[in-house]
């Protein structure tokens, strides 16, 4: 935003200085009678008349479109396409003061909106920081202001929310050579240069939450700690790491351009001196499922340009598809050289936007930046969920909702217990779950959930109390209420990772080594909400016509055909990647006879037409179907909503 200057610009100052000394110390010739030569007025200042800025994550936005509403709720700008670098410009602003903005697009995995406030023309930046403002500023979630009113949004409730994230970042603006008194909205701010401010959102991930009230929790990647802010309050610290002022992280780009450059072809990726090989850490190391391994950068060039021939599902060559510049996740920076976690994103040649592995790191060799795959040596994913599932044909059927955390454990021989541990806010260590080999299973692919008892969907707590439900059993249902709650608070207050520590017997005992270590920090994709938060989640919403059409779907044995879907985000908006028709519920997994439809969708997308094949029995009109809508919120939690449609069950009751 330009202000007028308080001083006139230093080159005339000195001018007006100069004359007046030669007017005083002329010599004997002086006439005082000659009139001093005009001196030239300073220029008006430059008034900003439209609003542009940057939007930015730690990268710029992909994909991403701009929303500006004024204080009314009337909708100045819509629909704005945001520049590859995160800018946008030259929007003129109408109605009153302050403008609240919502940015969306792709960020690493997840489709995410970032939000930001103006009071009047001028620059506007728009990232996690400035989202944090919003909600700090008014004390509610920012996506539940993009609709209506917005008194809170005062330039005093502004300025103090700025304050508050200032005082509380204080060692990580010091560490990025950011001024102290740097300004998160109107600042200097290029998207992609890793340094300034745009090192600042490298160095810290930004998640918004509701618990009693809406939250802010920031984490760092560079350093250590974890903060919890509501509005006007504050609790917990983060430290920036005394290197990661020293840290270089502009050459990830560099490295991304590369990869993505022996993305074109075969040729191209297997090149000698341009191919995905140089791109890569000496010790570089990747998955191949099944317990299979690559090991150095020839093997692992390797089993990348075999991946990319044959796409993740063994058919779909990936050729053509290009990275995503790359949000960071925590930095490894105790010893030797750093080790980062980096999200690995595809775009492919249609434009669709897929992540493709989970758990991927670089590091810095010779000066570099190169790419090191597994950040550890054995497979371990942990995700959180949620699912909703409403019956669409009776308003007055009971909603149900469930969610879980996801740990997902390599059954590696000889390894026969993983115990999975959370920090809580004082940071010490509690037990979330155990995973255990299941008694008859063959070729188990990972661990088990100890459960309380076979049928049970709690976990055991105790290693020598409780049983194993089935070969494939990864997830742990938290209970309703106060209970689960408990577990995603600690989360909120003792940082968003968990510490999976290995044994050798079921016992859970004797540590069991991989590449030296029996213990490893692990960060979770996303947390589940607080349950009196579940209703609030961005749930889409199916059309009428689309549950009418669902409804009446019939399809005989061995039939084809297809079913138009539309949806709306009432909440804001949802990443959606994949949607799913079935007739039988109970046969509706993965290759169940049931599930009648699948295809994969663009995050934005509003609408899909589903090709139907039934290699099932016939679907009656008065049969019950679901159709289940996949995606990722803005901080990666896995939501999945089913509507079901049952014409023979009475209304107000759920569909079975």
Known sequence: MSTVPLFR??????????????????????????????????????????????????????????????????????????????????????????????????????????????????????????????????????????????????????????????????????????????????????????SGYDGVLDAVGVELGVDDHPFVQITPRLGSGNLYLEQGSSSGSVTSTTSAASLQMSGLESLFRDMSAALAGPAACSAASTGIQRSLATTAQLSMGGGQAAHGASDVAAALCGFFAQGDDGNTPLWGSTLLSPTLGRCDLSAGAPVCKVDFVLRGPDGAVQPVGSGMGVTVEAGAWKFVGDLIPIEIHASAKAQRTVRGDSAGAPIDYNRALAFEVAALPGLACAQVAQRDAGGTLTTVGYYKRHPGATDQQRLSLWSANSMSWGASLDPLVGATRSADDSWIVLPEGSAGDAVVRNFYRGGRSVLVSLFADAACSQPFTVAGKSEFEVEVDGVPPVWSAMPNLPWPEVDASSIAALDALQLDAGATGSLHVGWSFPRGPLGLNGITVCGSRAECGQGGSGRVGERSLRPNAHDADVALANHGGAIAPTDSKTLALYGRNGEGVDLQSNLTTCPATPIGERCQ
């Open 9 to 194: 610009p230093l080159a005339t100052a000195l001018s007006l200085a100069s004359i007046a000394v030669l007017a005083a110390c002329g010599g004997g010739g002086s006439d005082a009678s000659v009139a001093a030569p005009p001196v030239a007025e300073a220029p008006a200042p430059v008034v900003a008349t439209t609003l542009g800025g940057t939007v930015a994550v730690g990268a710029p936005i992909s994909d991403g479109k701009l929303r500006i509403l004024d204080a009314d709720g009337g909708v100045v700008a819509s629909d704005i396409a945001i520049g590859a670098d995160g800018s946008y410009a030259g929007i003129a602003l109408s109605g009153p003061a302050p403008y609240r903005i919502e940015a969306c697009g792709n960020a690493g995995p997840n489709y995410l909106c970032v939000y930001s406030t103006a009071s009047a023309a001028g620059t506007a930046n728009v990232t996690p920081l400035t989202t944090a403002t919003v909600l700090l500023a008014t004390g509610q979630s920012p996506n539940v202001l993009m609709s209506g009113a917005a008194p809170a949004l005062t330039a005093d409730a502004v300025a103090a929310a700025q304050a508050q994230l200032r005082n509380a970042l204080a060692n990580v603006l010091a560490s990025a050579n950011v001024a102290s008194g740097f300004d998160f909205i109107a600042g200097a701010l290029e998207a992609g240069s890793r």
